[in-house]
Structures are given as structure tokens and as C-alpha cells.
């Protein structure tokens, strides 16, 4: 048997997980103390996601910003964050930009889009 130890990152709370583990196979989650720790457990330690964030380069704007903050608009496999962050490297979006507006359509081949989340004119 092995044992994984998580912080769940559900709710406020930040519950301290154990998920029991047998041949990959979860055999018991404890320590959650809603049913949202139960989920995310079992999500981290089968397929575990995350939100990128980052930022690329603007050109012509009038405010002087030269970068605007992006990250992708679901939860991406893990282990295709770099592929994500290398899809980032020499782009650069046209101002005006609007908090909102897909600046790569499938980033990292994730089939993801990353979104702006500032405006910038």
C-alpha cells in the first residue's frame, strides 16, 4: 500500500488528505471534510490538472504596458504545462486587448485556449 498526503485546495478550509493507495488503485480517502476534498483528492492523484498562467507582449499601445496577463481558460493536464508555456514564446497580440479575448486558440496542443485577463489600449 502507498500513501499520498495532499492540502486540499477545494475550499478555505485547506484539510489535511491521506488517499490510501493499492496496485494505482484508491482504496481510501480521510481527513476532508466536505465532499469537495473527496473529489480533489482523487482527481490529484489519478489526473491532476492545473491553471496556467503567464503573460506576452502587447504592441501598440498608448499607455506605455508592454505585457498583458493571460492563463488558460480550463485546467490543463499537469504534465503538459511546459508545452503550454513554450506556445507562449514570440507571441505578441495587437493592442487593444480586452480582458476576455483568446490570445492562443490550443495551447501546448491541450486543445485549450489561453485568455487575457486585463485589459490593455
Not at 22 to 28: C, N, T
Not at 47 to 71: D, N, W
Not at 79 to 97: F, H, N, Q, T
Amino acid at each position: 500500500m502507498n500513501t499520498v498526503n495532499l492540502t486540499c485546495i477545494g475550499c478555505p478550509l485547506g484539510c489535511q488528505i491521506e488517499v490510501v493507495m493499492e496496485d494505482g488503485e484508491i482504496q481510501l480517502v480521510t481527513g476532508n471534510n466536505c465532499p469537495r476534498g473527496d473529489k480533489y483528492a482523487r482527481k490529484e492523484v489519478t489526473a491532476p490538472t492545473r491553471i496556467v498562467t503567464s503573460s506576452v507582449q502587447v504592441y501598440g499601445s498608448t499607455c506605455g504596458e508592454r505585457m498583458v496577463p493571460v492563463k488558460t481558460v480550463s485546467d490543463i493536464p499537469r504534465e503538459k504545462i511546459m508545452d503550454v508555456i513554450r506556445s507562449l514564446r514570440g507571441v505578441s497580440v495587437p493592442c487593444p486587448v480586452h480582458i476576455g479575448d483568446i490570445v492562443i486558440e490550443n495551447a501546448g496542443g491541450t486543445g485549450v485556449g489561453m485568455a487575457a485577463t486585463k485589459n490593455v489600449y
